[in-house]
């Protein structure tokens, strides 16, 4: 997992700093991580790590692109390592993030939702509320 961080800072033309590598390992293990959390666990492996080392560090990431701000109603942004376009069920409750592809057919309609409209599209965010498996109440 470290190497596959190694490869993406390379791909980016980043040093593979200590911080970097820590902040975005946790980011690819939980697929989506806002700043606490992100802190909590790097913390846990980089004692002298602050929090404004972490803030700082993802702040420029994104900047560079590497990493995409998922921005959320009621909830701390959080952070994923860029990828394909896709769109996220977020669950209302706790906060969880999980991603769905964004279809063709999406892409699409979204397009003809434009259209005549004299604005320059750049990117689809779709943001699915709702509650999540562990949230929704049981029907048993
Ligand atoms: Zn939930
Ligand atoms: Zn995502």
Not at 5 to 27: C, F, H, M, N, W
Not at 110 to 127: C, H, M, R, T, V
Request: hydrophobic share 35%; net charge negative; glycine share 4%.
């Amino acid at each position: 997992m470290q190497n596959r961080i190694v490869d993406i800072l390379k791909e980016y033309g980043l040093k593979a700093t200590p911080q970097r590598v820590t902040i975005l390992s946790v980011i690819e293990k939980h697929g989506h991580a806002n700043i606490d959390e992100i802190y909590k666990e790097a913390k846990e492996k980089h004692t002298t790590m602050s929090l404004a080392t972490v803030y700082k560090n993802v702040t420029s990431l994104v900047a560079m692109k590497l990493l995409k701000e998922v921005a959320l109603n009621n909830f701390k942004s959080k952070y994923e390592i860029n990828k394909i376009p896709h769109s996220h069920l977020v669950c209302k409750n706790c906060g969880e993030v999980e991603d769905i592809d964004l279809t063709n057919e999406i892409e699409s309609d979204a397009s003809k939702l434009i259209e005549g409209k004299d604005f320059l599209a750049e990117d689809i965010e779709l943001n699915i509320y709702g509650l999540c498996h562990n949230c929704k109440p049981s029907l048993t």
